[in-house]
């Protein structure tokens, strides 16, 4: 079946399959280049990404802004999603059937941008794209190919701001991630 933009955010918009939709503001469905070699998957809309409908724009998108420019990109070039698209209220992790009935959107998403590489930011995200088992602590940092994409667990930056002191192994991971950009410049696109 083909995918299109237009149609997978206008589903995303309408959608009402989880109990999440009655209590936020609006969908955040995404935002980023389309064809980004690097896309970045969190957990769910906070309180300002609900009232503006963009992902990681509060206190957490702003580190996160930083940590890429320390390694040379720019947001635009990334397209940055997150597990589902409607903020959980008082920012509790979406329940698993929340994150089911989402899931199929971020599918969509990827399979339209084909990135290169996608960092995991937080345990949810990790939790539902690589494996349940995963646990960030000990995960985070690790490779895990599927079908020609890499993937990376890290720590959500709302994680950093609590704790300071693993910004040192956040930072490691996203060095991880410029090298493997850079290293897959030379293979072609699976
Ligand atoms: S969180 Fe996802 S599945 Fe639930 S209503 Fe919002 S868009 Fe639909």
């Not at 237009?6 to 609006?26: F, M, N, P, W």
């Not at 064809?35 to 509060?58: C, K, N, T, W």
């Not at 998108?61 to 209220?89: F, H, W």
């Not at 345990?123 to 599927?146: F, L, M």
Request: net charge positive; hydrophobic share 35%; aromatic share 4%.
């Amino acid at each position: 079946m083909r995918i299109d933009w237009a149609d997978v955010l206008s589903e995303i918009e309408a959608c009402q399959k989880c109990r999440l939709r009655a209590g936020c503001s609006r969908t955040v469905p995404g935002e980023g280049d389309p064809h980004a070699r690097l896309m970045l998957i969190g957990e769910g809309p906070g309180g300002e990404e609900d009232r503006l409908g963009r992902p990681f724009v509060g206190a957490s998108g702003q580190l996160l802004d930083k940590m890429l420019s320390a390694i040379g990109i720019r947001r635009e070039e990334t397209y940055i999603a997150n597990i589902v698209k409607c903020r959980p209220p008082m920012n509790r992790q979406p329940a698993p059937d929340e994150a089911e009935a989402c899931l199929p959107y971020l599918r969509k998403q990827t399979a339209l941008i084909r990135p290169r590489v996608i960092m995991l930011l937080g345990a949810t995200a990790a939790k539902y794209t690589i494996s349940p088992e995963i646990r960030i602590t000990r995960d985070r940092g690790k490779w895990v190919e599927r079908k020609g994409v890499w993937m990376m667990p890290t720590y959500h930056p709302s994680a950093l701001l609590r704790d300071p002191a693993l910004k040192r192994l956040a930072w490691e991971d996203l060095k991880a991630v410029r090298d493997k950009l850079k290293e897959l410049e030379e293979v072609p696109e699976p």
